[in-house]
């Protein structure tokens, strides 16, 4: 077995993939070394922009990104998650890439294929993070879960609801609340 030294950097394994012929249309991610490829759906692009139009109630579009890279705690974790809000003053590191620090909100929706990094691994290192809200939203059971209070690498507070329930997210940083009525079920 490979001494963890022997691993490339998070920057290589990237910059593999740039060179890779990875299709249109698709999204990669690094969760804990593993590299990711997943098709995005009609589905789940219903969802992320009805859910990056609620959040531009609130930021600004420079502090709203969808699909950008952010590294987080962990062995090897540069996740690009389908929606993200920044703090207001949120800076980029000396490598060019947004803090995790500097992260209030971080929304996925499920896909079938990676799933379990979603409920798992990525909600472990967004709540190491100390990432205030981690929204999980699920087309398949027509579910969604919000994660708050992270704490010791844990979220502390824990919600789910069906999809028409709304997401009230006033008593967090992010000072709003979602609406999903109109989200659509796989």
Known sequence: MADQSDWPTLDEMFEWLERMPVPEGFKTEIVEGGIFVTPQRDTHWEITAALHEQVRAKYPRRRVKSDVRIDY???????????????EGALKDERGHWRPGDVELVAE???????RNDYGPKKDAFAAAGVPVYLIVDPYTGTWHLHTLPKDGDYRGVLS???????????????LVLKTDEFPRD
Request: no cysteine; proline share 5%.
């Open 109 to 115: 929706v499920i896909s079938q294929g990676t799933a």
């Open 161 to 175: 609801l069906d999809f028409g329930d709304e997401i009230d997210l006033n008593d967090t940083p992010v000072g």
């Open 73 to 87: 705690p962990g062995h090897l974790n540069g996740f690009a998650s389908d929606v993200v809000a920044l703090a």
